[in-house]
């Protein structure tokens, strides 16, 4: 196509398409936020200060923690024994950033990097709400939130395991790690072959945030998360019993 | 409804079980209202998520972490008791968003009909032009 094609008649090309309706969802949580800061539940200051932390989070840094570890062996030993200090050195400061300067009370901060071997597989959960690594890793999947997968990937994670398509030999063992208010965790996992040489740039690219929260291991070529099925559970949730 | 013997956490702290009767206002949206799913498709919108699952994650962040008004803790169990009841169809985030504003109305937080009125009042506003 050519430039004369491609752009509009005021020169430009063409917006990106654009949801041109307003649905009761956008203006039932519109609703919500405004009434709260109304009765003084927080203040417009709050949600702006949230929000803008909300829109700092993605994976990148725990895929860049990963990364540089697999290239540098000192770098690694620090990871796998302080995630807080070696966290810094990909631009997350678990102690004294935003919002609240002293990490969140669901972020709180003492993350753990969790180093797969060839013989061991780790894998994260939280099987009391949905605990997250969020400084570092971003939003949880709608998968990890849900009672399925934390009620069962405790019972039988190597089936779990291979509902997400990785399949592990039985000799390898797996360590489920169950987050909570104060601890998250991150999967270090294996580097694997045909990466040798790679920048880590090129690293980075390949450890997701499946290979992250531990359903997944990096391959050469894959750089995108699966689509994962949500089931729901077979037993009402009943909490507090 | 409260069970008397989840009252006392200590600190004056006070459990409730959610309220799992259906809340009419929410109930409509909940049949009528366009979940982002349809409306990225028919519009060939390829963004994942809907624009505004940054404000209400903001939302549930300051709810907790503001005053405390509604704590992480009891907002996501009562998510999971009501996306596996009366929200099971709605997918995800919109069970979020109306786990959020149930949650709410049954703790009094907001009321179900000034709720309404403002979505009413905020549904004018932007569609006044």
């Known amino acids: 196509m050519s430039d004369k094609h491609s752009k509009d008649e005021h020169g430009h090309r063409p917006p990106a398409p654009m949801v041109d309706e307003v649905s009761d969802f956008e203006v039932l949580e519109m609703a919500v936020r405004e009434l709260a800061i109304e009765k003084g539940l927080f203040s417009a200051e709050d949600h ?12 990148l840094p725990a895929a860049r923690l990963v990364a540089k570890a697999w ?5 690694k030993k620090l990871a796998v024994t302080d995630g807080v200090k070696a966290s810094l050195d990909v631009g997350v400061d678990w102690i004294n950033s935003p919002p609240t300067n002293f990490g969140t009370p669901s972020d709180y901060c003492n993350l753990r990097v969790l180093e ?12 009391l709400c949905s605990c997250y690594p969020r400084p ?3 939003q949880s999947p709608e998968w990890y939130r849900t009672p399925n997968y934390r009620r069962r990937l405790v019972r039988w994670p190597r089936q779990v395991l291979a509902e997400f398509g990785l399949q592990l030999p039985p ?3 797996i360590r489920v790690a169950d987050s909570n208010q104060k601890t998250r965790y991150i999967v270090l996992p294996v580097r694997p072959a045909g990466t040798e040489g790679w920048t880590e740039d090129q690293l980075a690219e390949i450890v997701t945030r499946d290979c992250l929260i531990g359903v997944a291991v990096p391959k050469p070529g894959v750089t995108a998360n699966a689509k994962r099925p949500v089931h729901p559970a077979v037993h009402p949730v009943q909490h507090g019993h | 409804m409260t ?3 989840k009252q006392d956490h200590g600190a004056g702290m006070i459990r409730q079980e959610p309220e799992l009767s259906p809340i009419s206002l929410l109930e409509a949206i909940r049949r009528h209202g366009r979940v982002w799913g349809d409306l ?5 919108v390829t963004n994942p998520d809907p624009p505004w699952k940054v404000n209400l994650e903001a939302t549930c962040d300051a709810l907790s972490a503001e005053a405390c008004a509604l704590p992480l803790l009891e907002r996501r169990a009562e998510e999971d008791e009501l996306s596996a009841s009366l929200y099971s169809d709605v997918p995800f985030p919109e069970r979020q968003l109306l786990a959020l504003a149930h949650s709410m109305i049954i703790r009094g937080l907001v009321d179900e009909e000034e709720l309404g009125r403002r979505m009413k009042e905020i549904y004018r506003r932007l569609t006044s032009v």
Do not use: S
């Open chain 1, 48 to 59: 702006r200060r949230w929000t803008e932390y909300v829109h700092t989070l993605g994976p």
């Open chain 1, 171 to 173: 000799d390898v063992d």
């Open chain 1, 136 to 138: 570092i890793l971003g």
């Open chain 1, 116 to 127: 797969d071997t060839p013989k061991v597989k780790h894998v994260v959960v939280c099987t």
């Open chain 2, 3 to 5: 069970n008397p013997e």
């Open chain 2, 40 to 44: 990225a498709a028919q519009y060939g």
């Open chain 1, 71 to 75: 290239l540098d062996p000192e770098y």
